[in-house]
Nanobody, 126 residues
Framework: VQLQASGGGLVQTGDSLRISCAVT????????MAWFRQTPGKDREFVAA????????DYAEFVSGRFTISRDNDKNTVYLQMNSLKPEDTAVYYC????????????????????WGQGTQVTVSS
């Protein structure tokens, strides 16, 4: 299983951005997926998670309705739509996969995930 994140960039406060994570291998449909983010000197932080069929999602409190996680199981891709971006959202965003996840479960702990993408930088200027 390999994960390739893309779509990061430099945006202004209040802008929107969608980042994507393409997953290779045949395990995508059995995998719970998530996005985490990390800034220098800090631990990796949970952002959002989605269950195997995309019907159940979970978000960190700081998201406050601004972000939406989704997945396309035909394209083996998970997305994070980010709206109303703030400078404090600046970070490297990582996608993660937990293979053989329980169908109805989402996972917010980084320790649950076996596979990680390389990260994509999101920078929000003030």
């Amino acid at each position: 299983v390999q994960l390739q994140a893309s779509g990061g960039g430099l945006v202004q406060t209040g802008d929107s951005l969608r980042i994507s994570c393409a997953v290779t291998g045949r395990a995508f449909g059995r995998s719970g997926m998530a996005w985490f983010r990390q800034t220098p000197g800090k631990d990796r932080e949970f952002v959002a998670a989605i269950n195997r069929n995309g019907r159940i999602t979970d978000y960190a409190e700081f998201v406050s309705g601004r972000f939406t996680i989704s997945r396309d199981n035909d394209k083996n891709t998970v997305y994070l739509q980010m709206n109303s971006l703030k400078p404090e959202d600046t970070a490297v965003y990582y996608c993660a996969a937990k293979v053989s996840a329980i169908l109805s479960a989402t996972y917010s702990s980084a320790r649950e995930y076996e596979y990680w993408g390389q990260g994509t930088q999101v920078t929000v200027s003030s």
